[in-house]
């Protein structure tokens, strides 16, 4: 991978946020800088084939921000050879809990950008509408296992054949490298200015075996990198 490929995506991709304020321009330069499911995410393609893309617990838009940046470098004829196609979006929609993000993602695209919107909402209620692809990164052990079962059902119902559900979890069968994500998750969620609550993990089998009889094929990719910790993207696609 190239990383001065990658360091003009973040530098694209995290401008926007400076209409934000410095907190919001900084963590998306963090995020999408040193998080390496984004890089996965444009590396493999995984997102270059859904034009509609919904992203549950979307945050300020980090997610929908890159998508265009590389969507806009590839466009101008930057794109690595040894890549998957990049990604063409056509309706980004996110919906976030969290009123402090929504207020930092309209400062960051604007009221009516022409491909994204964010709205204030709960994932848990929030209509799902008929996208190509879902995705929840590190949000979906805030709900409990009730809900957690009933919304990966609504998700499994609004995706077509082939559709994709991308998600990050945390495996909680890894002992003290889970804890130590856990510890991670919650000071980012304080520094964002979120209160801390009760988390619902699972063990990675019990995901997969969940996702499975919803009619999921399910890739598992550890996404810690060199950190030790238990950080599992699970992506997911519609037999």
Same mark, same amino acid.
């Given at each position: 991978?190239s990383?001065?490929f990658?360091?003009d995506?973040?530098?694209?991709?995290?401008?926007? !946020?400076r209409?934000?304020g410095r !907190?919001a321009y900084?963590?998306?330069r963090?995020?999408?800088g040193?998080?390496?499911?984004f890089h996965?995410i444009?590396r493999?393609?995984l997102?270059?084939?859904?034009?509609?893309?919904?992203?549950?617990?979307?945050g300020?838009?980090?997610l !929908?921000?890159?998508?265009?940046?590389a969507?806009?470098l590839?466009a101008?004829g930057h794109w690595p050879g040894?890549?998957a196609?990049p990604?063409q979006p056509?309706?980004?929609?996110?919906v976030?809990?969290?009123?402090?993000?929504v207020?930092r993602a309209?400062r960051a !695209?604007g009221?009516?950008?022409?491909?994204?919107?964010?709205?204030?909402?709960?994932?848990?209620?929030a209509?799902?509408?008929?996208p190509?692809a879902?995705?929840?990164l590190d949000a979906?052990?805030?709900?409990d296992y009730?809900?957690?079962?009933?919304?990966l059902a609504?998700i499994?119902?609004?995706?077509?054949?082939?559709?994709?559900?991308?998600?990050?979890?945390?495996?909680?069968?890894a002992?003290w490298?889970?804890?130590?994500g856990?510890?991670?998750?919650?000071a980012v969620?304080f520094?964002?200015g979120?209160r801390?609550?009760r988390?619902?993990?699972?063990p990675?089998?019990?995901w997969?075996?969940?996702?499975?009889?919803?009619?999921?094929?399910?890739?598992s990719r550890d996404m810690?990198?060199?950190?030790?910790l238990a950080n599992?993207?699970?992506?997911?696609r519609?037999r």
């Amino acid at each position: 991978m190239s990383q001065a490929f990658v360091q003009d995506l973040v530098d694209h991709a995290s401008q926007r !946020f400076r209409a934000g304020g410095r !907190f919001a321009y900084h963590y998306s330069r963090g995020k999408l800088g040193y998080d390496t499911i984004f890089h996965d995410i444009l590396r493999r393609g995984l997102l270059s084939h859904t034009p509609r893309v919904l992203d549950l617990g979307s945050g300020q838009g980090s997610l !929908f921000s890159w998508l265009l940046a590389a969507q806009q470098l590839a466009a101008q004829g930057h794109w690595p050879g040894d890549w998957a196609a990049p990604p063409q979006p056509q309706a980004l929609r996110g919906v976030e809990l969290m009123g402090r993000d929504v207020n930092r993602a309209v400062r960051a !695209f604007g009221a009516t950008h022409p491909v994204v919107r964010i709205e204030l909402g709960d994932m848990t209620r929030a209509e799902l509408g008929r996208p190509d692809a879902i995705t929840i990164l590190d949000a979906l052990h805030y709900v409990d296992y009730r809900r957690q079962s009933a919304l990966l059902a609504r998700i499994r119902d609004a995706l077509p054949h082939g559709g994709v559900f991308l998600t990050r979890i945390g495996d909680a069968s890894a002992g003290w490298r889970y804890q130590m994500g856990l510890n991670i998750d919650r000071a980012v969620t304080f520094a964002r200015g979120h209160r801390l609550s009760r988390l619902y993990a699972r063990p990675l089998a019990e995901w997969r075996a969940e996702l499975e009889s919803l009619g999921f094929e399910v890739d598992s990719r550890d996404m810690s990198g060199n950190k030790p910790l238990a950080n599992v993207m699970l992506h997911c696609r519609v037999r």
